[in-house]
């Protein structure tokens, strides 16, 4: 069984930084690998969900005011967002894709407002 937990999420002002947190368990992460596959994704408000960072890659639309890391002591993926904008306002989901599987998490409510 596949559990993500995600917290951290928040009211924030534009130009604000947040740090969410995704706390992964089961004996998937066990696995070589998947652990380093958890992946974050977000979805605003009438709007599909999209991609936002996983290992080594980001969407444009965040470049490089996000920053994904891990601590593997911890099963514990971050992503810290800096220079927050009113369009990264969401709810953002930890996600992990293993041989053709999806797990998510529950999500957390990200906005950003002055």
């Known amino acids: 069984q596949v559990q993500l937990v995600e917290t951290g999420g928040g009211l924030v002002q534009p130009g604000g930084s947040l740090r969410l947190s995704c706390a992964a368990s089961?004996?998937?992460?066990?696995?070589?690998?998947?652990?380093?596959?958890v992946d974050w994704y977000r979805q605003a408000p009438g709007k599909q969900r999209e991609f936002v960072a996983r290992?080594?890659e980001y969407a444009p639309s965040v470049g490089d005011r996000f920053t994904i890391s891990r601590d593997n002591g911890k099963n514990t993926v971050y992503l810290q967002m800096n220079t927050l904008k009113v369009e990264d306002t969401a709810r953002y989901y930890c996600?992990?894709?293993?041989?053709?599987?999806?797990?998510w998490g529950q999500g957390t409510e990200v906005t950003v407002a002055s």
């Open positions: 996600h992990v894709a293993w041989n053709g599987v999806h797990y």
């Open positions: 089961g004996s998937l992460f066990s696995t070589r690998g998947a652990f380093q596959a």
């Open positions: 290992r080594y």
